[in-house]
C-alpha cells in the first residue's frame, strides 16, 4: 500500500521528465524494431498472425517477468531498495501528470491565439492530420486524446498494479499491461500494414481494458453528479464507435461534461468519420479540458482510496 501511494504521488509531483529514461521508450524501440522486419518480410496473412501473437506474448510476459526478476535482485541487496525501484517503476505506468502537461502544451499557444504553434504541438500527441485543423477542432482533438488516455494511460494501469498487488508483483502486473498498451498504440491498426501483424496485440489490449475502462465510466458518472444521465448517454452511443474501450470513455466524459465529441478527422490525407458521441449542449474550450482532467484526477484518487481500502480490508 505504501508502494503504490508513494507512486501515485511521485506521478503527482514529478511525471516523466522527458531526459529521464522510460519503460515505454525501450518498449517502443523492441516493438519498432520487430515490427518494421516483419513488415519486410511480407509473410502471408496466417504466419503474419502468428507472428504477432508471438511478439505479442514475449514483449508483455517479458516486461513482466524482467521487471519482477529485476525487484527480486534488489530485495537481496535491500528490500527498501527494491521498494524504491517499484516505486519508480509503477510511477513510470501512471501518466497523470504527462496527459496534463500534454495537454497544456496544446493550450497554451492557443490561449495566445498561436494557432500554428498550437498545431505543431497537437501532432506529437494525436495520428490526425493538425495541418489544417480551426482552433475548435484542436479542442475537440485534445478533449478526445485526454478521454481516451485517461483510461489506458491512468486508470487501467491503477487497476492492474492494484490486482498485482494483491499478489505482491503490483509493479510487474502494471508494467506488463503497459507493455500491451504500447503494442496496441504502434501495431494495433486495421490498416496496412498492420492488419495481420496488429491483429492480436489489439485484441488483447481490448480485453485487458475492457474492465478497467467499465469500472472507470462508472467512476466518471458518479462524480459527474448525473450518473442516470451518463450511462444512458454511454448506451445509447457509445457501441457505435468501433473501439470497444475508446467509445466508451470517450462518451464518458462527452456526457459529463456536456459536450459532443467525433466527427469528420484527416488521417494521412484521407477522410474518416467518427461516431457521435454525447450531445452538443456546450462548446468545448480550455476550461472543460480542465474539467476533463479534473475529473480523471478524482477518479484515480478514488480508485486508489478504493482499492488500498481493500487491501486493508483483506
Same mark, same amino acid.
Request: hydrophobic letters at 50%; proline letters at 5%; one cysteine or more.
Given at each position: 500500500?505504501?508502494?503504490?501511494? $508513494? ?8 511525471? *516523466?521528465?522527458? $531526459? ?9 524501440? /523492441? ?37 519482477? +526478476?529485476?525487484?527480486? $535482485? ?14 519508480? #517503476? ?11 502537461? +500534454? ?10 491565439? *498561436?494557432? =500554428?504553434?498550437?498545431?505543431? !504541438? ?5 495520428? !490526425? ?13 485534445? #478533449?478526445? =486524446? ?7 494511460? /491512468? ?7 492494484? #490486482? ?17 498498451? =504500447?503494442?496496441?498504440?504502434? /501495431? ?22 475492457? #474492465? ?39 462518451? $464518458? ?10 466527427? +469528420? ?30 475529473? =480523471? ?10 482499492? /488500498? ?6
Amino acid at each position: 500500500m505504501a508502494v503504490l501511494i $508513494a507512486a501515485a504521488g511521485l506521478d503527482f509531483a514529478v511525471g *516523466d521528465p522527458w $531526459a529521464w529514461p522510460h519503460p515505454v521508450q525501450a518498449m517502443g524501440k /523492441v516493438i519498432s524494431a520487430c515490427s518494421q522486419k516483419l513488415i519486410a518480410a511480407r509473410l502471408p496473412a496466417k504466419p503474419m498472425k502468428l507472428a504477432g501473437a508471438m511478439l505479442a506474448c514475449l514483449l508483455i510476459g517479458g516486461s513482466g517477468l524482467l521487471s519482477w +526478476a529485476g525487484l527480486q $535482485a534488489l530485495s537481496l541487496i535491500s528490500p527498501w531498495l527494491a521498494r524504491a525501484a517499484e516505486v519508480i #517503476l509503477l510511477a513510470s505506468c501512471l501518466a497523470g501528470r504527462s496527459l496534463r502537461r +500534454a495537454a497544456e502544451e496544446v493550450l497554451q499557444p492557443l490561449a495566445e491565439d *498561436d494557432l =500554428t504553434g498550437a498545431r505543431d !504541438r497537437l501532432k506529437y500527441y494525436v495520428g !490526425r492530420d493538425t495541418d489544417q485543423l480551426s482552433a475548435a477542432e484542436i479542442y475537440r482533438a485534445v #478533449l478526445e =486524446t485526454v478521454s481516451e488516455n485517461a483510461i489506458d494511460g /491512468v486508470l487501467a494501469p491503477l487497476f492492474y498494479a492494484l #490486482l498485482g498487488a494483491l499478489m505482491g508483483i503490483a509493479g510487474p502486473l502494471a508494467i506488463a499491461y503497459k507493455a500491451a498498451s =504500447t503494442l496496441d498504440s504502434m /501495431v494495433g491498426y486495421r490498416e496496412a500494414p498492420y492488419t495481420d501483424l496488429g491483429w492480436f496485440s489489439a485484441r488483447l489490449e481490448d480485453g485487458l481494458t475492457w #474492465l478497467p475502462c467499465r469500472l472507470s465510466v462508472l467512476t466518471i458518472a458518479l462524480l459527474s453528479g448525473r450518473p442516470g444521465h451518463v450511462l444512458k448517454i454511454c448506451r445509447r452511443d457509445a457501441d457505435a464507435d468501433p473501439s470497444p474501450n475508446a467509445g466508451w470513455s470517450e462518451c $464518458a466524459y462527452a456526457a459529463a461534461l456536456g459536450v459532443q465529441l467525433g466527427g +469528420a478527422n484527416v488521417y494521412r490525407g484521407q477522410l474518416k468519420i467518427k461516431p457521435k458521441l454525447g450531445d452538443d449542449t456546450r462548446p468545448i474550450t480550455a476550461v472543460v479540458i480542465y474539467q476533463a482532467l479534473r475529473l =480523471t484526477r478524482w477518479s484515480f484518487l478514488l480508485g486508489l482510496t478504493a482499492g /488500498v481500502c481493500l487491501l486493508l480490508a483483506i
